[in-house]
């Protein structure tokens, strides 16, 4: 049996999670409150083993929140319910020592699969977070890319690279100087923060520069 505790401060919503929880007989509510008074219940010694615990911007905003929560929590595992998506919030809630995240708008299947492989012993992210944390990673690739303003002559240069040409073929292909092309060469290393031409290559290819 897998004792939980919800701490949500709307009781409409603490409501709509227990006939949620209630529908797995391995499942069992020892407890619910709203953020002020689940301290007290927890420090009492209530015996829980998951914590569902709803945390608005504000709380994953304080940088010690979370740190109390997991202190006062330590003999629980602790499940993340929030509207937050973002990676950094994301990110900081597991530091605090979190097992799982979901947000609020989790099917009511994925929510009992999620407390089941939490209290296993394993981590987890809702699935929809998981498509939305993938959306900003590729959104903050993209915006890298466009941060990388190469020249029509730098960008000449970094194709050529590319083919393998050396700095004098290049300079016989583009009717200009090898010392020119040398000066391109150190621009393109300089913009991309690479420190070779193995690692342009691989930064210009990677990033849609070639």
Do not use: W
């Not at 993209?142 to 730098?154: D, F, G, H, N, P």
Request: with cysteine; glycine share 4%; proline share 1%.
């Amino acid at each position: 049996m897998v004792n939980i505790f919800i701490v949500e401060d709307r009781s409409i919503v603490r409501d709509g999670i227990r006939s949620v929880i209630e529908r797995e007989p391995a499942f069992r509510i020892v407890g619910e409150a709203n953020s002020e008074d689940a301290i007290k219940n927890i420090s009492l010694g209530l015996n829980a083993e998951i914590i569902l615990m709803s945390l608005d911007e504000a709380d994953l905003n304080n940088p010690k929140f979370l740190e109390v929560t997991q202190e006062r929590f330590a003999s629980a595992k602790v499940i993340v319910l929030s509207t937050v998506v973002d990676e950094n919030y994301v990110s900081k809630a597991f530091r605090a020592g979190v097992q799982g995240y979901l947000l609020k708008t989790v099917g009511q299947e994925e929510l009992l699969f999620a407390v089941k492989h939490i209290a296993a012993g394993e981590k987890y992210i809702c699935s929809e977070l998981s498509v939305k944390l993938i959306d900003q990673l590729t959104n903050n690739v993209y915006s890298r890319k466009l941060q990388v303003e190469l020249s029509r002559r730098e960008s000449e240069v970094l194709a050529l690279i590319a083919e393998g040409y050396t700095n004098n073929e290049i300079a016989n292909k583009l009717f200009t100087s090898r010392r020119t092309v040398e000066g391109h060469r150190q621009n393109l290393l300089d913009k991309t923060n690479t420190r070779n031409t193995a690692a342009l290559i691989r930064f210009a290819v990677k990033n849609g520069l070639v």
